[in-house]
């Protein structure tokens, strides 16, 4: 088939790539012309395992193209996928600007009849926007779908060539026919296309959006709510923790970070903890120095000069006062702690991954402290 990705973060160039691999030609658009021409040249913008040596293979045979130009992809695609960001408002609410710009677009140069699929996380109601949108100036047929994606960072390919469900929200025969086919090859092993109306697949992917709609309608979702603040807490749990330990007086203290990523095995950093932590610890007057195989770069475009990149871990920890532990990276799991101890002025760990065995750091000596467990004190 013929499919065009409009968006190439990390949903889309996963998307298409994967869909490339089972013999579909797909072209991904972007309006940052230098990722587009980072991508010609087989320079990926994003970290994720396997996804680079899929990339490459449908490149070179010709599976897999980008592009600036939105009418040349739609003209040569009979599916577009908008896998565009959504980024939340003050207010929690969903900026859905990017899609319905497109959509507007698309509205004006689709000549015949095409599926557009929408994968951004969105609200319930969006796909009646988005038709809406393309209606205005559309003089062909289409039909818009929901299909919301399910994939975790660092198992993303996994998740997308061997999902555990594929959800589709669209009461159109004609779109359902096409997709059962696009999607076949991805659920040979028995697992289900799950088939619904529009709203009911947004919903899928959308309850925290239960509670905004909660409130446009006047209603207190007090669970919902508790809920929310529990989780937003949880990012920075370990904050009080390390200023009980240093008297709530943190200028001039070196907290070294371990891990920067929002989970093992990916460079994305949306949502991830540590930037939680490091601007709470920075405006507390902390210096911070970093390590993370990967992530380090997407967070230097956030944070600039405001903190210390390192080499490898063991250099982060020069001249620390303590380390804070925020992603559980494999080679931070079984570390040399005599060289960890050796490089820091103090023997002090606040492991928000859980990563040691108590009775091991007390037996080094260790300050640590972690989640839900006892603490254990090696420096009395």
């Not at 937003?232 to 920067?260: H, S, Y």
């Amino acid at each position: 088939m013929k499919l065009a990705i409009v968006g190439t973060g990390y949903v889309g160039l996963v998307t298409g790539t994967c869909l490339a691999d089972t013999g579909n030609n797909v072209i991904c658009v972007d309006i940052d012309k230098e990722k587009v021409e980072k991508l010609k040249n087989n320079v990926m913008p994003i970290y994720e395992p396997d996804l680079e040596t899929i990339f490459e293979r449908n490149v070179k045979e010709g599976r897999l193209e980008f592009t600036t130009d939105l009418k040349y992809a739609t003209d040569n695609a009979d599916i577009i996928f908008l896998a565009l960001p959504t980024p939340p408002g003050e207010d929690g609410s969903a900026d859905l600007s990017y899609i319905l710009g497109v959509a507007d677009n698309l509205g004006k140069i689709i000549k015949d009849y095409k599926i557009i699929i929408n994968k951004s996380t969105v609200p319930v109601g969006t796909a009646d926007l988005v038709r809406n949108a393309i209606s205005k100036n559309a003089k062909t047929e289409f039909d818009v779908v929901s299909n919301p994606e399910f994939l975790r960072e660092g198992l993303a390919v996994d998740d997308f060539m061997k999902p555990d469900r594929i959800v589709i929200g669209t009461k159109s025969q004609k779109a359902r026919k096409t997709l059962e086919e696009l999607f076949a090859p991805f659920v040979r092993q028995g697992n289900p296309i799950v088939f619904m109306d529009e709203r009911s697949s947004e919903l899928t992917k959308y309850v925290s959006a239960l509670h905004k709609s909660a409130k446009s309608y006047g209603y207190d979702f007090d669970i919902l709510e508790s809920v929310m603040k529990v989780n937003e807490e949880q990012k920075t749990i370990i904050v009080p923790k390390i200023k009980t330990f240093f008297n709530n007086d943190l200028k001039g203290k070196k907290i070294a970070l371990w891990g920067l990523a929002f989970k093992p095995d990916t460079d994305d950093i949306r949502e991830a903890p540590s930037l939680y932590i490091i601007d709470k610890l920075l405006a507390e007057g902390a210096n911070i120095s970093v390590y993370d195989p990967e992530a380090m770069e997407n967070v230097r475009k956030i944070l600039g000069d405001k903190i210390e990149y390192c080499k490898n871990h063991y250099d982060a920890l020069i001249d620390a006062d303590a380390l804070v532990i925020a992603t559980e990276w494999s080679v931070f799991r079984t570390p040399d702690f005599d060289k960890a101890a050796k490089n820091m002025k103090a023997k002090v760990i606040f492991d928000g991954r859980n990563l040691y065995d108590l009775k091991h750091m007390e037996e080094l000596g260790f300050y640590y402290s972690s989640i839900g467990r006892r603490l254990v004190n090696g420096l009395d």
